[in-house]
């Protein structure tokens, strides 16, 4: 079965830089999520989408920005950089509402 | 608030033991969600189980089994007969739908270590 796909991976930038996460969601899959996990952390939530419109919005530094595209992909942008924005970012994608999410494998930042 | 609380930040067991991890929840809605995950060092998150807030029947899965009780808010899990590869941090979380989408809060994680 499809799963999340989230690119690239791994990512290493320095302070300042901008950086640009992207998620492609299940198909069919109409929601999309931003979840922060720091170093030893819980995952924060970030930022969801439904139906390309934002949805809710927690804790995200106006440094970044997010938004779902027409073919339902999300890509999270992140801008001058910090060490402390170092941290896994997932992305998550749901068929529905009160339909379950399910995460991708994550995008490893790491600020220098 | 939402509020998820994992009291438990660190549990070691020898194999074979059984080990129970336990969440208390804290909201205002009466629909919700009840998730926990499973975390291994490779960093994915692993769904283990979903239950809505209506749906207090206790679930068994091969070697996990879940409790859910609605008056003490606690949705606790039990791997029975651990094994090297439970090892992993272990999340609780709440899911809160909110307009179109349904978000998580998570707990702070249990670090589980089998030691064989």
């Known amino acids: 079965a499809a799963g999340v796909i989230q690119s690239p991976r791994h990512l290493i930038k320095e302070k300042r830089e901008t950086a640009t996460l992207k998620c492609y969601p299940i198909p069919r899959h109409d929601t999309v999520y931003w979840y922060q996990q720091g170093p030893g952390q819980d995952p924060q939530f970030l930022i969801s989408f439904y139906e390309k419109m934002q949805s809710d919005k927690g804790s995200i530094p106006d440094r970044f920005s997010a938004q779902q595209f027409s073919d339902y992909h999300s890509e999270l942008n992140m801008s001058s950089l910090e060490l402390g924005d170092s941290a896994l970012y997932f992305c998550a994608s749901s068929p529905r509402l009160h339909a379950r999410p399910y995460f991708g494998p994550g995008t490893r930042l790491t600020v220098t | 608030a939402q509020k998820v609380t994992q009291a438990q930040t660190e549990i070691s067991v020898v194999e074979k033991e059984d080990v129970t991890l336990d969440c208390v929840y804290e909201?205002?809605?009466?629909?919700?969600?009840l998730f926990w995950y499973k975390q291994p060092p490779s960093g994915e998150l692993v769904f283990l189980i979903r239950r809505n807030s209506f749906d207090e029947q206790n679930e068994i899965s091969g070697r996990y089994s879940w409790n859910f009780q609605k008056s003490t808010s606690s949705f606790n899990f039990t791997i029975t007969a651990s094994q090297v590869v439970d090892s992993a941090v272990y999340f609780c979380?709440?899911?809160?739908?909110?307009?179109?989408?349904?978000?998580?809060?998570f707990g702070k994680g249990m670090k589980l270590t089998v030691n064989p």
């Open positions: 979380a709440l899911g809160i739908t909110q307009g179109g989408s349904e978000k998580l809060v």
């Open positions: 909201t205002r809605d009466t629909t919700y969600y």
